[in-house]
C-alpha cells in the first residue's frame, strides 16, 4: 500500500513538471506572437497569396521563430525546477550537442528563408547535412522490427535508410502546412502521443520536449487558426515547420531505437508507433512526388495537389478540411491499433494504412469529378 502511495505521488510530481514545461511555453509564445506580428508589419515579411496557395491576402509568417525558444525555455524552466538549485547543473553529452546543433541549424535556415527566400535545392543541401548528425550520434533505424520479414539491417543500409526519413519527415511537415490550423494542430497531436509515450517509458527529458513543443504550437494555432487578417493572424513559416519536423524525427527514429543500439528496452510494436504517428504527412508527401516525377516535374515544383487542397477541391472549407484531415489521422492511429491487438502482423498493417489512404484520395478525386460534371 505504502508502495502504491509512493507511486501516486512520482506520477503526480511528474505530471506537473510536464504541465510546467507546457505553460511557460505557451503563455511564453502566446505574449511573444503579437511582438513578432509588429515586426513583420513593419518589415513587410509576408506570405504573399499565389496560385497554388489558398488564401487570399498577404499574411505574417514569422510565427515558428517562437517555437524554438518557447519550447527551451518551457523545458529549461522544468529542469531547473527538478533540479532544485543552479548548482547542480545537468550534463550534456556530444550527441545531445550535436542533434542541438542541427535543430538550431534548420532553425536558422528556416528564418533565412521566410525572410530572404532559398531555393529548395539549397534547403534541401542543408536539410541533408543536419539528417546526418542524427546515424554520427548513433541515432538510427536499425531494426525493422518484421516489416517485410526484416529485422536486424546492417549499417551500410541503416544509415541512408534515416537520413532519408529524417528528410521525409522534415520535408512533409514543411509541406503538409497549407491550410490554417493544420500542421500545428496535427504536431500536437504527435507530440501529446510521444510525450505519453516517453512518460510511459520513464523518460522524463523526452516527455518535457514533446509537452515544451506542443505549449508554443498551441498559442500559435489559436492565432493561427483565430486570428483575423490584418489583426494578429500568422504563418509559422519554413522557421516553425521545419523545426517541427526536425523535433518530430528525433522523437520517432528515438523511439523504435532498442537496447542493440544505446536506445530502449525492446518493445516489438515501437516501430509501428513511430510509423502510424507521422504516416500520414509522410504518404503524402510521396504520393506527391511520385505524381511528378511520373508527370515529368521536378519533385520540388509547388502544385495544388496535397491531401488539404484535394479535400478543399471537393468543395470544403478550411476549417472542415482541417476536421476530415484531423478525423482521418486519428482513424488511421486506431485501425492501426486494432490490428495490432487482434495479431496482424506490421507488413499487413503498413500495405492497409496504405490502402486506406488510396482509397481517401481517389475517393476526394472521383467526388471532384463528380461534381464538376
Known sequence: MRQLNHEKQYMTIAYTYLIIAFAVSFIFSLMGTPFIVKMCNMHGLYDQPNTRKVHKQAIPRLGGTLFMPSMGLGVTTA???????????????????????????????????????????????????????????????????????????????????????????VNAMNLIDGIDGLASSLAILILGSFAYLYYDLGSGLFSL?????????????????????????????????????????????????????????????????????????????????????????????????????????????????????????LAICLINYGLYVYGLQVTWITLIDILVYSVFVYSTGRLTFLQQH
Not at 535543430?103 to 532559398?118: E, F, N, S
Not at 542524427?134 to 539491417?153: D, R, S, T, V
Not at 518493445?267 to 500520414?280: G, H, Q, W
Not at 495537389?305 to 484531415?325: E, S
Open 79 to 169: 529542469l531547473l525546477i527538478i533540479l532544485g538549485d543552479w548548482d547542480k547543473g545537468v550534463e550534456v553529452s556530444v550527441s545531445a550537442f550535436v542533434l542541438s546543433v542541427g535543430a538550431l541549424l534548420i532553425y536558422l535556415i528556416g528564418i533565412l528563408d521566410d525572410i530572404k527566400g532559398l531555393k529548395a535545392t539549397q534547403k534541401f543541401v542543408i536539410q541533408t547535412v543536419t539528417a546526418l548528425f542524427f546515424p554520427l550520434c548513433n541515432l538510427m533505424i536499425n531494426n525493422l522490427h518484421g516489416l517485410f520479414g526484416i529485422y536486424e539491417i546492417p549499417l551500410w543500409f541503416s544509415y541512408p535508410l534515416t537520413v532519408f526519413v529524417i528528410l521525409l519527415i
Open 209 to 329: 520536449i514533446s509537452t515544451g513543443l506542443a505549449g508554443a504550437l498551441l498559442a500559435f494555432f489559436i492565432y493561427n487558426y483565430y486570428g483575423k487578417v490584418g489583426n494578429l493572424k500568422i504563418f509559422m513559416g519554413d522557421s516553425g515547420s521545419l523545426f517541427l519536423g526536425y523535433v518530430i524525427a528525433y522523437l520517432a527514429i528515438k523511439y523504435q531505437m532498442s537496447n542493440e543500439s544505446g536506445g530502449f528496452p525492446y518493445r516489438e510494436a515501437s516501430l509501428l508507433i513511430s510509423f502510424t504517428l507521422v504516416f500520414l504527412p509522410c504518404i503524402d508527401v510521396i504520393r506527391v512526388a511520385l505524381q511528378r516525377k511520373i508527370r515529368g516535374r521536378s519533385m520540388f515544383e509547388a502544385d495544388k495537389t496535397h491531401i488539404h487542397h484535394r479535400i478543399m477541391q471537393m468543395g470544403l472549407d478550411m476549417h472542415q478540411t482541417l476536421a476530415v484531415i484531423l478525423l482521418l489521422f
